[in-house]
């Protein structure tokens, strides 16, 4: 799987928009990115996925770059239940043929009141 | 509520016991994932189920056995750990579709078994 960075740590204030940046330099042109978010102690839980195209669904949206190298989570109004860690994955077959989920250390978004 | 439930949800084993945890998912899903999280770790992968069959086992040590019955449940016994195994064990289930060139399955996840091993 092509390899993501995120900011360690991102605060923003109650009400706010949240904005998440990921960088996936790397991505190759089948592969798609997927966020997730862990609130402590918690198991993941999917919010959205894209190939090339903006997605939004009920809770964020995802701006994907036109050349694919770089995306955006937007929490529009971002909650005290938003703190979390966000992890931003690309997902494709890998060369040995997997197909799973590659969790990096994510961004840790503290909302604050 | 994820569809996906996991008993126990803390468990406190010594170095000699055997033990079991537990996975369900209601979700009519037919791929069933383990996964380990330590401390200030990322999450890591340790065994894929699809259709009841392995087909992942990601250089688990063999005192960490999967089982899986049937594609809604799913097992991980337990045997002769070690202190360094103490963390957060997750299962997960998706809908499996790569067979058919679908690389868009998610995957849901259970609330975890909180492991110590004394």
């Known amino acids: 799987d092509a390899k993501t960075t995120q900011p360690p740590s991102m605060d923003c204030a109650e009400g706010r928009a949240a904005n998440l940046p990921c960088n996936h330099s790397t991505i190759s042109g089948n592969e798609y990115v ?70 990096g250390k994510g961004t840790k978004l503290s909302v604050i009141p | ?24 998912q209601h979700l009519g899903h037919n791929a069933m994932y383990w996964y380990k999280q330590s401390a200030k770790k990322p999450l890591e992968l340790m065994f894929v189920y699809n259709f009841k069959e392995q087909t992942e086992n ?11 019955p049937n594609s809604s449940h ?7 750990l070690q202190p360094e195994d103490s963390a957060l064990y997750l299962c997960a289930s998706s809908q499996d579709r790569v067979s058919s060139g679908d690389l868009t399955d998610t995957q849901y996840f259970g609330p975890g078994t909180r492991l110590t091993v004394l």
């Open chain 1, 34 to 103: 997927y966020w997730y978010r862990q609130i402590h102690s918690q198991g993941p839980q999917y919010i959205i996925h894209g190939l090339k195209n903006n997605e939004t669904n009920e809770m964020a949206s995802l701006i994907i770059t036109e050349d694919r190298k770089s995306s955006t989570l937007i929490l529009p109004h971002a909650t005290l239940r938003d703190t979390a860690v966000y992890y931003c994955i690309v997902r494709g077959v890998s060369g040995a043929g997997s197909y799973q989920l590659t969790f």
């Open chain 2, 1 to 24: 509520e994820t569809g996906v439930t996991q008993t126990p949800r803390h468990l406190v084993m010594g170095m000699t016991n055997k033990k079991s945890l537990k996975c369900e």
């Open chain 2, 58 to 68: 990601n250089s688990v040590p063999s005192r960490f056995s999967p089982e899986c």
């Open chain 2, 74 to 80: 799913l097992f991980l016994h337990l045997h002769t």
